[in-house]
């Protein structure tokens, strides 16, 4: 799973919209829709540090890619 895929599966399990994620981070709807859509593929490790700690996660799991079979790849 790519950082897009993680950042909307992880905000879409905790019942959270694109606008309510990007106001506990003080950032834009827009720009969220921009990272979820993988166009925006280097947010920066502060917003990524925000991510984590409002999903409860990693970085590491963050940006984890699955393999083919689905296993987190190492």
Do not use: H, W
């Amino acid at each position: 799973m790519s950082l897009a895929r993680n950042v909307k599966k992880r905000r879409e399990e905790l019942g959270m919209y694109q606008s309510e994620l990007a106001e506990r981070t003080s950032l834009s709807k827009q720009y969220i829709s921009l990272i979820e859509q993988g166009i925006k593929k280097t947010p920066s490790l502060t917003t990524l540090k925000k991510f984590a700690k409002i999903f409860g996660c990693t970085l590491d799991e963050l940006i984890a890619e699955d393999d083919e079979t689905g296993r987190k790849a190492v």
